[in-house]
């Protein structure tokens, strides 16, 4: 789906490769060219995690008072006074942590830059990363960007629909080895909606410590969580406190993804080097949307519980239509996301599944191999995004239908 190259462009035979070896390693993302294929068949996009519907009214009159006021230049480059005051301040609130907003929080263009500018900041070449797959598709690039060497661990699927997805504490401890320097987490998880318990995350804390290893915990899907699942801040468990990243965002809190206002709270030495990637990276987020993300922060406890609901319901009305339709699911605990296996359907894989399922019957999906290290892994999976209004669910699941038909 990407535009072909002028003639201009294309490259004559070189003395030297035109493109970086870092560059050759990873394809285009995709979830996004998923994304562009959606409009080119005009297919329902329920590819790309974002929402179809409007963002609470206070946080974009928030931001249209804020250029109003002509914030319309540089924050301070780790991120407006007000927002890292906002994030300390409900940390505090809902992890109990005191953070300092002075010498702990760097605001990045969204949790996107966050990680890559804090994997930059704490890696070394042949560094080892400890990462669970299937893992949200960005890790994977991430990793070769900043010269570490990915060591994935399978978080399995569960047998039954209602099963929980699992990692086998052997692997785990496995991928450990002296040259581990941070594990990635990922906390309601993309793509699986699994939860880690916090049984789960003292397990990972040991083998922390035990390793000197850091946790670079993304947690931006925390508030989205269902049937009880409660969110842990691995943070907050003994001895992570110094060796913790924690990665947030407004994007899918307060539905604004195209934002790009996101951050990374670490202690001072750790946020020195990310403040310092982040400064030659991208400058800053964009000054009037973190003036309305301090809005945002402050929002009620009504407003998550409300957020939580709503993402339920949406849940609850695209499983059993993926049932329905022939799709074999894992009901998520926590993100907006489900995992499905295609096995019923008898195709090769997933891409072709995938291709199928946007052009002929019109409706965007990921390809569950984007989430994994080999193709093969998850070439019986799909993902499907539900964070859309009910008729885009409900248009979306008429279509699906056509699939038993077929
Ligand atoms: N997190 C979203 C997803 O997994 C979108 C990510 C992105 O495109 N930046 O679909």
Not at 144 to 161: C, E, K, Y
């Amino acid at each position: 789906m990407v535009p072909k190259p002028s003639p201009a462009a294309v490259p004559t035979t070189r003395s030297k490769p035109l493109i970086s070896g870092k560059a050759e390693r990873f394809t285009e993302s995709v979830i996004r060219d998923m994304t562009r294929q959606a409009h080119l068949y005009g297919a329902i996009n329920l590819a790309q995690g974002f929402p179809d519907f409007p963002a609470p009214a206070e946080i974009k009159r928030a931001a249209q008072e804020a250029i109003t006021a002509d914030l319309n230049q540089y924050a301070i480059t780790w991120g407006a006074r007000s927002l890292r005051q906002a994030i300390a301040t409900k940390m505090k609130k809902w992890q109990g942590l005191e953070v300092d907003p002075e010498a702990e929080i760097t605001v990045c263009c969204g949790s996107t830059e966050a990680m890559i500018a804090s994997l930059m900041a704490i890696t070394n070449a042949g560094d080892e990363i400890v990462v669970f797959e299937p893992f949200y598709e960005n890790y994977g690039p991430d990793a070769i960007l900043s010269g570490a060497q990915p060591r994935f661990v399978t978080l399995h699927p569960p047998a039954d629909p209602t099963g929980e997805w699992q990692f086998d504490k052997r692997e785990l401890r496995a991928a450990f080895t002296p040259r581990t320097k941070a594990i990635i987490l990922n906390t309601p998880n993309n793509p699986t909606g699994k939860v880690f318990t916090r049984a789960e995350l003292e397990f990972i804390r040991e083998l922390c410590v035990e390793f000197d290893a850091l946790a670079i915990t993304d947690e931006i899907y925390e508030h989205i969580l269902y049937d009880g699942a409660r969110h842990t801040s691995i943070v907050t468990l003994d001895s992570m406190r110094e060796r913790t990243i924690t990665i947030n965002s407004l994007s899918k809190t307060y539905s604004v993804t195209g934002w790009r206002v996101g951050w990374a709270v670490a202690p001072p030495v750790l946020t020195n080097a990310i403040r310092k990637v982040h400064d030659f990276l991208t400058v800053g987020a964009p000054a009037p949307l973190q003036e309305a993300g301090a809005t945002a922060l402050d929002l009620p406890e009504s407003y998550y519980e409300g957020l939580a609901a709503a993402y339920r319901a949406r849940r609850d009305r695209l499983l059993p239509a993926l049932r329905q339709a022939g799709f074999k699911t894992f009901a998520p605990r926590g993100a907006y996301y489900i995992m499905t296996d295609i096995g019923g359907f008898g195709f090769p894989d997933d891409v072709s599944f995938a291709q199928h399922l946007v052009k002929d019957i019109g409706v965007a999906s990921v390809p569950g191999s984007s989430f994994y290290s080999h193709p093969k892994l998850g070439a019986h999976q799909v993902r499907f995004a539900f964070c859309k209004t009910d008729a885009t669910l409900d248009e979306a699941a008429r279509r699906l239908l056509k699939l038993k038909k077929a």
